[in-house]
C-alpha cells in the first residue's frame, strides 16, 4: 500500500496494455496501420482464451421492444400487479414459452437514443431540458421510448456442470433488470462501469437458456450524450471453480539502469466445496513469441469459500520502454495450477515505462521530458451514437494522433476498454477519469472498478477523482470535498501505488478537493496557474481542461442565424483559442501540458447555440473526424514534421472585390501567400502563432508557399472549383474482416468536372449496400443537421459526409452505391466501391 500521507510528484509509472480483462476471443488481426506506421488492430486488448476458462462473445443475435417507463400494459406487464419478483422462475418473458416474434432482430453493441428523432424541448430550467442530451426524447417525461428490452436464447452443453458461468456485460446505459430463464437474477445502476452475474445455478445445462434485459434509461449520469442501452460488449464466461479474481492479475514494473524488474501479483479465489493447495506460474513473452521471464508463486492452501493472495517477481534485461513513439508491448500468461493442473489462466499484453510529474520541469516519460499534447473526449461517433465497433476506436485514436495529439482525457467516465486498448497499443496517453466524485459506497466501487481494470495499462499515466466539482471545492461543502478527495486518492493509491491522482478543477485549486491531489489540474483560467506555482512551488500543474474554441467545420462567418461560427477565432467567453492556451502551457517548462476541450465534437451541450444544434462545436475534428481548420494549428505546432494549412475555400462566387480573410497555419519560418500567381507579400511565422492577410476575392487560386532557411518546402493552394459533377467515395481501408464487427469508414464527397473536390456542397446523397455487410450509420458533421444516423441517405455538410459499413461473418464484398437523392436539376454521376471481406481467425460466438 502506498504512504498516502505524502506528497509525492516524482512517480514511476507501469504499464500493462489492455489490462488485467477475462480472456476474449480470437479477433483477427491487421487490419491496416495509422500514423508512422501504427498498427490499427482490432481494440479487444490482444487478449485470447487461455484452456481451460472459455470466454464467448454473446453480441449475435439479440431481439429488442421498446418498454413503457408509465404504461405496465405497455412495458409487457412489469410492474402491473407489483408481483414480478414474487416468486422466482415465474418471469415469462424470459422463458422459452414467451412469444417475441415482433420484437425487432439486432446484434450489439446497440444505442437507441441514436436512432430517435430530436425533440424540441426547452421547457423547464437547464437540469430537465433535453439540451444537454443533444434533444433525444429520454427522461421520466419521455417513458415511451426511455425502456428498453433485450431477449436471447442460447445452449449450455452438458458437460459445462460443475464449472462457474457468468454473463458479462462491459457496460449499458443505464439501469438494468436481468433474468435468466424466468428468474430474477440482480439488477445494475450505473451506466459506465462492467458488471456480471453468476448464472451457475439457473441455467439449463444440455438444453436452451433465455436471458432477457429491462434498460432504463429515464436516469442519465452525466449532462452530455449518453446514449441508451446495452451499447458495449456482453460476454458468457465460463471457468474452474477455483479461479483467479476479476482484474487481480497484476504486473508493476520498475526500470533500474538497462533492465526491469516486474511484481507479479494475482489473487486465487476458491469455490469449490474442498480447500486446495494453488500456485500461480508466470510466463513473459516479447512482440516475437520469445519468452524473457519466468516466475512461479510457492503453492498456498485456499480454504472452500476463501481468496489467497500469491505474488513473486521477474526481471527483463534491455527491456523495450513503451512510449507514444514506440509502442512497445510484452504479454504476460499467468497459470493457476492445483496439484499439478491447471484450473484457470488469463493472458494479456503489458508495456513497460516509467511517468513522472515534476513542479519545475513538467511531465517526463521514460525519464526524458514530454509535454502533453491533450484532448478531451466524449465516447460517440456520427452514426453510432455511444456504440461504438471496436474498430471504430482505433480510427478515432488515429485522427488524433495525426495531428500530434498524444494524450486523451476521458471525459467524464470510465472509458469503454476497447479504447483504452487502442491507446495501449497505439502510442496514446491517457488520463483515465471516474464518472461521480463520491466516495458513497457507489462512488468508491465505480473508481474501484476503472482502476483495478486498467491499473495495467501503459497508456493511462494519472487517474481523475472528477470534474468542476463547484460545490466541493468551495463554500457550504468544501470540508466535506477535502474528505471525499483524500478517501479517494487514498484508495487509489491503495489500488495502484505506482500512479499519481488528480481531478479536473474549474477554479483556483486553493481549498476543497484539490488538498488531497498528488498533481493540479487547471480548468480554463489562465489567470490562476503562474500565481498557483509561485505560491506552492512544490506542486506539479497540468492543464485538465483548456481552449473551448468553437467553429463549425467548413464555415468562415460566424451567423446566429445558422448557428454557424466562424473557423479562425470562435470561442467561449470562458475559454481560450488554440493559440492562446498552447502559447501559454507550451511555453512553460514547468506545466506538464493539458488536454483541449474538445478533440472530437460530440452529441449534446450545443454551444454556443441551442435548438436546432443538437451537438457541440468545441471539436477540432467533427462528429465523423473530419478535420477542422483548427487541427491544422495543432499539426503545425505539435507535430516536428513541416506543417503547411491554407484557409479558406476560394468558392465566394458573388463576393468579388470583397475582403476575405486568409490565414496560414504552419511551422515553417515564414510564407508567402499568391493570388492567381501575383505575390501578396511573405510574413515571419511567429512561435505557436499564424499569418494572415486581407485579400480581394477573386476567381481562381490562392497559393501559400512555406520556406524553411530560405528554401521553398511545402506548397498549398485553393482553388475555385466549378459546379458539382460527380460523387466519390474513399474507404479508409480496402479490406476489412469478416467477422460480424469490422467496419469500414467511407467518405463522401463530389468533384468538378476537372476533378476537384466541391468544398461547398451540400447535395443529399442516398445509399445501397450489398453483398457481404451491412450499413450501420452515416453522418456529415453538421452540428444542425436532424437527419436520421440510420437511414441510408445523408446530405453532404460543407463537401463532406460519412457512412460505416460493418462486415458479415461470411469473406466476400461489400459493395456501396451512392446516387443523388431528388437532383434539382443534372443529376451527379453516381459512384461505387467494393470493400472486401476476409476471412478470419476462429470467433468463439456463443450460439
Known sequence: MVDTTRRTFILSGIGLAGSCLLPRALWAAGIGSGPAGKSLLPAHGGESPVAPREQWLLDFDWRFAFGNGDDPTKDFGYGFGQGDFSKTGDFKIATTDFDAAGWRALDLPHDWAVELPPVHDDTGDDDTRLTSHGYKPLGRRYPATSVGWYRRTFEIPASDRGRRIWIEFDGAMRDIVLFVNGCFIGRHDDGYTPFRFDLTDFLNYGGSNVVALRVDASFGDGWFYEGAGIYRH???????????????????????????????????????????????????????????????????????????????????????????????????????????????????????????????????????????????????????????????????????????????????????????????????????????????????????????????????ILWSIGNEEWRLQKGALEQQGERIGAAMVERCHELDPTRVVSAAVNGNNEQGVSDALD??????????????????????????????????????????????????????????????????????????????????????????????????????????GFPKDYYYYYKAWWTKAPSLHVFPHWNWQGREGQEIAVWVYSNLDEVELLLNGKSLGIQQVPRFGHVQWKVAYAPGAIEARGRRDGRTVLVERRETTGAARKLRLTADRPEIDADGQDVAMITVDVLDEHGRPVPTANNKIAFRISGAGKLIGVGNGDPNCHESDKEPRRSLFNGLAQVIVQSATDAGSIRIEAVEESPAAEALTPASLTIATKRAAPRRVVA
Not at 488524433?400 to 497499443?425: F, I, K, Y
Not at 492543464?543 to 473551448?548: A, F
Not at 445558422?562 to 470562435?570: A, L, P, R
Open 234 to 460: 456482453v460476454w458468457l464466461t465460463k471457468m474452474d471453480p477455483v479461479h483467479l479474481g476479476r482484474w487481480e492479475s497484476v504486473v508493476r514494473s520498475a526500470v533500474e539502469g538497462d533492465a526491469a524488474s516486474l511484481e507479479l501479483a494475482g489473487i486465487v479465489e476458491n469455490e469449490s466445496g474442498h480447500a486446495v493447495q494453488a500456485s500461480l506460474e508466470w510466463s513473459i513473452t516479447d512482440a516475437s513469441g520469445r519468452v524473457i521471464a519466468q516466475a512461479t508463486t510457492p503453492a498456498q492452501a485456499v480454504a472452500s469459500g476463501a481468496s489467497t493472495d500469491c505474488r513473486t517477481t521477474a526481471h527483463i534485461d534491455a527491456p523495450q520502454l513503451w512510449s507514444p513513439d514506440e509502442p512497445h508491448l510484452y504479454t504476460a500468461l499467468v497459470k493457476l495450477v492445483v496439484d499439478g493442473a491447471t484450473r484457470d489462466a488469463e493472458q494479456f499484453p503489458f508495456g513497460i515505462r516509467t511517468a513522472s510529474f515534476d513542479p519545475d520541469r513538467g511531465f517526463f516519460l521514460n525519464g526524458k521530458p514530454l509535454k502533453i499534447q491533450g484532448t478531451c473526449n466524449h465516447q460517440d461517433h456520427a452514426g453510432v451514437g455511444a456504440a461504438l465497433p471496436d474498430r471504430l476506436q482505433s480510427f478515432r485514436v488515429g485522427v488524433l494522433q495525426g495531428m500530434g495529439c498524444n494524450a486523451v482525457r476521458t471525459s467524464h467516465n470510465m472509458p469503454t476498454p476497447e479504447w483504452v486498448a487502442a491507446c495501449d497499443r497505439m502510442g496514446m496517453m491517457m488520463m483515465c477519469e471516474t464518472r461521480h466524485m463520491s466516495s458513497s459506497p457507489s462512488g468508491m466501487q465505480q473508481l474501484e472498478t476503472m482502476v483495478k481494470r486498467y491499473r495495467n495499462s501503459p497508456s493511462v
Open 519 to 624: 498533481v493540479i489540474g487547471f480548468n480554463y483560467n489562465l489567470k490562476y496557474p503562474d500565481v498557483f506555482h509561485r505560491e506552492h512551488p512544490k506542486r506539479a500543474v497540468y492543464g485538465s481542461e483548456t481552449s473551448s474554441a468553437i467553429a463549425t467545420r467548413g464555415e468562415y462567418a460566424t451567423d446566429p442565424k445558422k448557428n454557424t461560427v466562424n473557423s479562425y477565432d470562435g470561442v467561449v467567453e470562458w475559454g481560450e483559442t488554440p493559440e492562446q492556451w498552447w502559447s501559454f502551457y507550451g511555453t512553460r517548462d514547468w506545466l506538464a501540458g493539458g488536454f483541449a476541450w474538445t478533440g472530437f465534437d460530440y452529441r449534446g451541450e450545443p454551444t454556443p447555440y441551442g435548438w436546432p444544434s443538437v451537438s457541440s462545436q468545441f471539436g477540432i475534428v467533427d462528429l465523423c
